[in-house]
Structure formats: structure tokens, C-alpha cells
């Protein structure tokens, strides 16, 4: 399984961005797949999350309302639409896909990553 993240770029406080993640080499709706984020020196953050048949769970309240994980199960995409951005969600996103439903939120739970995307939102 390769999973291919991009959409990530600088953005001003305020804006939105959306980051798309397009999984291949297995059957796309066997995996739940999520959202996580790394800023400098801290640990890897759950930020959303999604099962096959699109049950969502959501990570800290920072980002609810602001963040909208979705699939396509027919491009075998996520994506991870953001909007009224601010400089603490600077951070390298990465997307994920676990084996099993439903959606863990711990890094250990998922079984392949993408590369990272950045995302820099400007003061």
C-alpha cells in the first residue's frame, strides 16, 4: 500500500486549504484511514478520521468545525478540507490507512503512511 499526500502550502491566518491523499496497491475501502499532524517538537496529533463507509471521528477540539475529513471511495482518495486557519496549525500532515475498522486515534494503530505534507499558515 502506497499512500500519496499533497495540498499542503503556505496560507495566511484565516484561509483554507485542502489536503488530498490518494491510496493504491490495495482495496481502498478495506482501511479506515486518518488525519494526523507534526508540528516542530511535538508528538504526532490525531486530527480526523473516517471508516469505509464514511463514519467520522473527529481529534481535539481545535479543530472541530474547522477541519472536514471526507473519502472518495472511487478515486481511492481522502481528503482533509480547512478552513479559518491559524499559525498552530502549522504542522507536517500525514495521512494513514489501518487494516481494520473502525478508527484508531494513536499513531500505533495504523499500518501505512504517507511522505507529509506541509502546511504553514502565516500570522
Known amino acids: 500500500v502506497q499512500l500519496q499526500a499533497s495540498g499542503g502550502g503556505l496560507v495566511q491566518a484565516g484561509g483554507s486549504l485542502r489536503l488530498s491523499c490518494e491510496h493504491s496497491?490495495?482495496?481502498?475501502?478495506?482501511?479506515?484511514m486518518a488525519w494526523f499532524r507534526q508540528a516542530p517538537g511535538k508528538e504526532r496529533e490525531f486530527v480526523s478520521g473516517?471508516?469505509?463507509?464514511?463514519?467520522?471521528?473527529d481529534g481535539s477540539n481545535s479543530v472541530k468545525g474547522r477541519f472536514t475529513i471526507s473519502r472518495d471511495n472511487g478515486k481511492n482518495t481522502i481528503y482533509l478540507q480547512m478552513s479559518s486557519l491559524n499559525p498552530e496549525d502549522t504542522a507536517v500532515y500525514y495521512c494513514?490507512?489501518?487494516?481494520?475498522?473502525?478508527?484508531?486515534?494513536?499513531?500505533?494503530?495504523?499500518?501505512?503512511w504517507g511522505q507529509g505534507t506541509q502546511v504553514t499558515v502565516s500570522s
Open positions: 473516517i471508516t469505509w463507509s464514511g463514519i467520522i471521528t
Open positions: 494513514a490507512a489501518r487494516r481494520v475498522q473502525p478508527v484508531g486515534v494513536f499513531p500505533y494503530d495504523y499500518d501505512y
Open positions: 496497491g490495495g482495496t481502498f475501502v478495506r482501511y479506515a
